[in-house]
Protein backbone atom coordinates (compact mmCIF):
# COMPACT_ATOMS: atom_id res chain seq x y z
CA UNK A 1 0.00 0.00 0.00
CA UNK A 2 3.08 1.76 0.44
CA UNK A 3 2.33 3.78 3.80
CA UNK A 4 5.06 5.36 4.97
CA UNK A 5 6.42 4.04 8.28
CA UNK A 6 5.97 5.79 11.39
CA UNK A 7 3.64 8.55 9.72
CA UNK A 8 0.49 6.47 9.62
CA UNK A 9 -1.40 9.23 12.36
CA UNK A 10 -1.25 11.68 8.69
CA UNK A 11 -2.73 8.55 6.92
CA UNK A 12 -7.14 9.23 6.63
CA UNK A 13 -8.81 6.12 8.28
CA UNK A 14 -11.06 5.64 5.36
CA UNK A 15 -8.32 5.55 2.67
CA UNK A 16 -6.56 2.86 4.60
CA UNK A 17 -9.42 0.70 5.28
CA UNK A 18 -10.24 0.86 2.04
CA UNK A 19 -6.97 -0.10 0.47
CA UNK A 20 -6.85 -2.81 3.56
CA UNK A 21 -10.05 -4.21 2.77
CA UNK A 22 -9.17 -4.37 -0.94
CA UNK A 23 -5.82 -6.70 0.02
CA UNK A 24 -8.62 -8.92 2.16
CA UNK A 25 -10.77 -9.29 -1.10
CA UNK A 26 -7.65 -10.06 -3.47
CA UNK A 27 -5.92 -12.20 -0.19
CA UNK A 28 -9.03 -14.08 1.63
CA UNK A 29 -6.99 -14.80 4.50
CA UNK A 30 -8.59 -17.11 7.06
CA UNK A 31 -6.31 -15.85 9.77
CA UNK A 32 -5.43 -11.92 10.92
CA UNK A 33 -2.02 -11.97 12.49
CA UNK A 34 -2.18 -8.00 14.08
CA UNK A 35 -0.57 -5.83 16.62
CA UNK A 36 -1.50 -5.67 19.24
CA UNK A 37 -4.17 -2.82 20.52
CA UNK A 38 -2.59 -2.12 23.36
CA UNK A 39 0.98 -2.03 21.41
CA UNK A 40 3.42 1.33 22.74
CA UNK A 41 3.92 2.23 19.28
CA UNK A 42 1.74 4.18 17.66
CA UNK A 43 1.73 3.02 14.15
CA UNK A 44 1.05 -0.98 15.73
CA UNK A 45 -2.22 0.64 17.09
CA UNK A 46 -3.17 2.19 14.15
CA UNK A 47 -2.78 -1.26 12.22
CA UNK A 48 -4.85 -2.84 14.46
CA UNK A 49 -7.37 -0.14 14.53
CA UNK A 50 -7.75 -0.15 10.64
CA UNK A 51 -7.16 -4.42 10.03
CA UNK A 52 -9.41 -4.48 12.99
CA UNK A 53 -12.32 -2.36 11.28
CA UNK A 54 -12.16 -4.46 8.03
CA UNK A 55 -12.67 -7.97 10.08
CA UNK A 56 -16.56 -7.68 9.90
CA UNK A 57 -17.78 -11.06 9.29
CA UNK A 58 -20.85 -9.30 7.33
CA UNK A 59 -18.28 -8.01 4.70
CA UNK A 60 -15.52 -10.57 5.04
CA UNK A 61 -16.98 -14.37 6.14
CA UNK A 62 -13.67 -15.71 5.37
CA UNK A 63 -11.92 -14.50 8.23
CA UNK A 64 -11.87 -17.03 11.01
CA UNK A 65 -9.46 -15.74 13.36
CA UNK A 66 -8.13 -13.01 14.60
CA UNK A 67 -4.51 -13.06 16.59
CA UNK A 68 -2.75 -10.12 17.90
CA UNK A 69 1.21 -10.74 18.10
CA UNK A 70 3.56 -9.91 20.97
CA UNK A 71 6.41 -7.57 19.50
CA UNK A 72 9.25 -7.47 21.89
CA UNK A 73 9.76 -4.03 23.12
CA UNK A 74 6.40 -2.61 22.12
CA UNK A 75 3.43 -4.61 23.53
CA UNK A 76 5.15 -5.52 26.89
CA UNK A 77 5.10 -1.51 27.06
CA UNK A 78 1.80 -0.88 26.67
CA UNK A 79 -0.50 1.02 28.95
CA UNK A 80 -0.88 -0.72 32.50
CA UNK A 81 -4.42 -1.15 31.94
CA UNK A 82 -4.47 -3.16 29.31
CA UNK A 83 -1.70 -5.36 29.17
CA UNK A 84 -1.18 -8.25 26.86
CA UNK A 85 -2.33 -11.72 28.38
CA UNK A 86 -1.68 -14.26 25.87
CA UNK A 87 -4.16 -17.05 25.13
CA UNK A 88 -2.97 -18.86 22.19
CA UNK A 89 0.53 -20.14 21.79
CA UNK A 90 2.27 -21.75 18.82
CA UNK A 91 4.74 -24.51 19.64
CA UNK A 92 8.13 -22.99 17.89
CA UNK A 93 10.62 -25.85 19.04
CA UNK A 94 11.52 -26.86 16.13
CA UNK A 95 12.14 -23.46 14.41
CA UNK A 96 13.97 -21.39 17.18
CA UNK A 97 16.89 -21.59 15.08
CA UNK A 98 15.86 -20.46 11.82
CA UNK A 99 13.62 -17.70 14.18
CA UNK A 100 17.11 -16.64 15.16
CA UNK A 101 18.65 -16.59 11.73
CA UNK A 102 15.78 -14.44 10.42
CA UNK A 103 15.57 -11.71 13.27
CA UNK A 104 19.88 -11.66 12.44
CA UNK A 105 18.50 -9.78 9.32
CA UNK A 106 16.97 -7.08 11.29
CA UNK A 107 20.30 -6.08 12.91
CA UNK A 108 19.21 -2.25 13.13
CA UNK A 109 16.12 -3.24 15.51
CA UNK A 110 18.42 -5.82 17.40
CA UNK A 111 20.97 -4.71 20.03
CA UNK A 112 22.77 -6.13 23.11
CA UNK A 113 21.63 -7.35 25.93
CA UNK A 114 19.91 -6.16 28.09
CA UNK A 115 18.02 -4.33 25.18
CA UNK A 116 14.98 -6.01 24.76
CA UNK A 117 15.30 -6.92 21.34
CA UNK A 118 18.37 -8.69 21.82
CA UNK A 119 18.89 -12.48 20.97
CA UNK A 120 19.30 -13.71 24.52
CA UNK A 121 15.66 -11.87 25.17
CA UNK A 122 14.42 -13.59 21.69
CA UNK A 123 14.99 -16.93 23.13
CA UNK A 124 14.11 -15.77 27.14
CA UNK A 125 10.64 -14.93 26.00
CA UNK A 126 10.14 -17.90 23.98
CA UNK A 127 11.12 -20.14 26.79
CA UNK A 128 8.64 -18.28 29.15
CA UNK A 129 5.70 -18.46 26.56
CA UNK A 130 7.18 -22.51 26.00
CA UNK A 131 6.58 -22.89 30.33
CA UNK A 132 3.53 -21.59 29.97
CA UNK A 133 2.51 -23.96 27.20
CA UNK A 134 4.07 -27.31 28.10
CA UNK A 135 6.96 -26.87 25.36
CA UNK A 136 10.56 -25.99 24.82
CA UNK A 137 9.61 -22.73 22.76
CA UNK A 138 6.55 -21.19 21.97
CA UNK A 139 5.19 -17.52 20.43
CA UNK A 140 2.10 -16.52 21.88
CA UNK A 141 -1.01 -14.28 20.85
CA UNK A 142 -3.43 -12.68 22.00
CA UNK A 143 -6.79 -14.50 20.83
CA UNK A 144 -9.27 -11.73 19.47
CA UNK A 145 -11.69 -13.93 17.45
CA UNK A 146 -12.04 -17.54 16.61
CA UNK A 147 -15.27 -19.32 14.93
CA UNK A 148 -15.30 -22.74 15.16
CA UNK A 149 -16.98 -25.63 13.57
CA UNK A 150 -16.60 -28.90 13.96
CA UNK A 151 -13.15 -29.75 15.40
CA UNK A 152 -11.59 -26.47 14.45
CA UNK A 153 -12.18 -23.55 12.87
CA UNK A 154 -13.97 -23.21 9.28
Same mark, same amino acid.
Given at each position: ?? &?? #? #??? @????????????? *?? &?K??????? &??? *?Y? *?A? !?????V?????S???I?????????L #???I =? !???? &??????? /? $???? /? $?????????????I?I????M??????? !? @?????A?? #?????? !???????? /?????? =????? /???
Amino acid at each position: MN &FP #T #TEL @EDIRADQAIEAIG *DV &FKEVRPEII &FLP *DYN *DAH !SDHRKVFDWCFSCSKIFRFPYIKMIL #TMEI =I !SETD &FGRPENL /F $VPNF /F $VDITDYMEKKIEAIRIYDTEMGKMPFPR !S @EENVRAIA #TVRGAM !SGVRYAEA /FRMIKC =IVKDD /FYY
